[in-house]
């Protein structure tokens, strides 16, 4: 079974001297196995995604503070901060759907993990401030993807 992801690419806006940079969506095609397998390699996020009914419940733990991230979600993106080191790290709201499906058919839970952004790619596409108090520490995934 085929999977289409979606990976962010970065680039910087043609030769304008702006210095914002562009995020851009890059879809590829992977054997559903092996995006699996790539997912739980472990890495500095664990991600747990919860289907319930046809919403998804998604949190994150930073592995080396023990600590739940703070969410907030910026389409195409949920940004994910962890409130102790402060690193950050994000999924496509685009996969986390994909995902919401794959723990349905498989018992209603995926967990997979994911690496904090280097310094380089902060630089590129700096993440949201996301110190504000109204950020939860989990996300609600609705079936249109919208926010509950
Ligand atoms: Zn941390």
Request: proline share 5%.
């Amino acid at each position: 079974m085929l999977r289409k992801a979606c990976m962010a690419a970065l680039g910087f806006l043609g030769l304008s001297r702006k210095s914002e940079s562009e995020l851009r969506l890059v879809t590829v095609s992977l054997k559903e196995e092996e995006f699996i397998r790539r997912a739980k390699i472990p890495k500095d996020v664990s991600v747990v995604v919860v289907s319930r009914g046809s919403e998804g419940h998604i949190s994150a733990k930073c592995k080396n503070c023990s600590a739940s991230m703070m969410a907030a979600e910026r389409d195409p993106l949920l940004w994910l901060k962890c409130p102790r080191c402060g690193r950050v790290t994000f999924a496509v709201l685009a996969n986390l759907r994909q995902d919401l499906g794959y723990a349905e058919g498989h018992g209603g839970t995926f967990e997979f993990d994911l690496y904090f952004l280097n310094e380089a790619s902060m630089r590129m596409m700096p993440p949201p401030d996301m110190d504000r108090t109204d950020q939860g520490s989990f996300f609600m995934l609705g079936p249109s993807g919208r926010k509950i």
